[in-house]
């Protein structure tokens, strides 16, 4: 079942490579679409999980996806305006997809990191107003706020740009990617701050990877465990780490019940200033329920009321007890009444469309505190779950396989 998790973690970028997510201009056409065009040809968020829902996504998270192609002089210039949420970044990709450095570049830049326009204010570095910024993909390591275009010096091939906001502020009419100029040996072409394209076909290609027949082991609930997910390879983020397991939802209305104590985050969906002081032991923190099969949707239910209800839980929808410890029990919508009668607990749901389909648990850290030493960044890769509680100690979840009365009532062990 490890190879089903590092698989989902993956497959969202063949996705969008297969479907013009990724799709870029041949040698004889502009690396652009003409001036006045969107520049962001995919988006995936919580307004497009009902069309695109692949590779473990995080309901607090929104990513737009720039596909370019890199000439020699290319330079890709991106401005906006800090926005008001908990955290912003952008990366640049190769053209497998994943992270790399070029002539002493990253091809990675978070908000703190970003120096803003002069005369204005970043509000991850200094308390304010939120100001503008310029950020450069290109190869000269001397531009400001200089992300790497092409990995291993090279000057020409197709690359991917991709722009992340966790928890903005506002509705989603209020939140807008930002204006992407390009300039290279054909002239400067300027790109509007929208989304076209992609998207519509993303889901007949879901549907035809889910079928990719990638085999898998299922492991008995009551023995699930935790171990560190590579997660190589799918546009990663490495700002993220995240711990994951699997399970099959019983089928005698048992429930999971995952235990563990929460990092410390700030509150709220607005910047904060980044590294924290003491107290503030990570940026983000998230549970999240996904079908363990080729490509990884998070479950996305129907709730009682008629609402929709994903297995994505935010460190601000988690209820914490007293000692900051939170119990997560995983079960189904119809449980759900029940479950949540029992106090301190955060419910989680398990898909209705596919109950006997087994689900990975996934949790994410976010940019630990250089001092928070039980973080999943430093678990190692792929080890076991008995090294990834060695690491963790009381931060490290432990789920166990429980009747609804048995939470209630106190009977449900915690480990």
Not at 241 to 269: C, E, I, N, Q
Request: negative net charge; aromatic residues 8%.
């Amino acid at each position: 079942m490890r190879d089903v998790l590092n698989a989902v973690l993956t497959v969202g970028v063949t996705v969008a490579a297969a479907t013009g997510i990724g799709a870029t201009a041949s040698a004889d056409e502009p690396a652009a679409p003409p001036a006045g065009r969107c520049a962001w040809q995919g988006e995936l968020s919580p307004r497009t999980i009902g069309q695109v829902n692949f590779a473990l996504p995080d309901t607090g998270a929104w990513y737009w996806i720039l596909p370019y192609e890199a000439r020699p002089g290319t330079t890709i210039t991106l401005t906006g305006q800090f926005p008001q949420a908990r955290y912003m970044s952008f990366n640049t990709y190769d053209s497998r997809f994943s992270s790399f450095t070029a002539g002493g570049l990253a091809s990675a830049l978070p908000d703190y990191r970003i120096a803003p326009d002069p005369g204005t204010n970043n509000p991850w570095q200094h308390p304010g107003d939120a100001g503008t910024y310029t950020v450069n993909a290109t190869s000269d390591p001397n531009v400001p706020n200089a992300l790497a275009l092409s990995p291993g010096g090279a000057t020409d091939g197709r690359g991917y740009l991709v722009f992340r906001e966790y928890l903005p502020a506002g509705d989603a009419a209020s939140i807008r990617p930002p204006e992407v100029r390009i300039s290279d040996g054909a002239g400067t072409r300027t790109l509007a701050a929208c989304v076209g394209g992609g998207n519509e076909l993303l889901g007949a290609v879901t549907s035809a990877l889910g079928e990719a027949g990638i085999s898998r082991r299922d492991k008995p609930s009551a023995t699930t465990g935790f171990r560190r997910a590579s997660g190589a390879g799918a546009f990663p983020n490495v700002d993220n780490a995240y711990l994951a397991t699997t399970f099959t939802p019983s089928a005698d209305g048992r429930v999971m019940v995952v235990r563990g104590r929460a990092p410390k985050a700030p509150t709220g969906t607005e910047p904060v200033v980044w590294p924290p002081g003491s107290g503030t032991q990570v940026r983000y923190f998230s549970f999240c329920t996904n079908l363990a099969v080729l490509p990884g949707p998070v479950v996305v239910d129907t709730a009682a009321d008629g609402s929709i209800d994903s297995g994505c839980r935010t460190d601000e929808q988690t209820v914490l007890d007293a000692a900051g410890d939170y119990t997560y029990v995983v079960g189904a919508e119809a449980q759900r009444a029940e479950i949540e009668a029992v106090p301190g607990v955060t419910f989680v749901p398990t898909s209705s469309e596919h109950p006997a389909t087994p689900e990975a648990m996934l949790i994410r850290n976010m940019l630990p505190a250089t001092d928070f030493a039980q973080a999943v960044q430093n678990v190692p890769v792929d080890g076991t779950p008995e090294q990834a509680a060695a690491v963790m100690g009381p931060y490290y979840p432990h789920a166990t396989l429980c009747t609804i009365a048995a939470v209630r009532d106190g009977g449900c062990p915690s480990a």
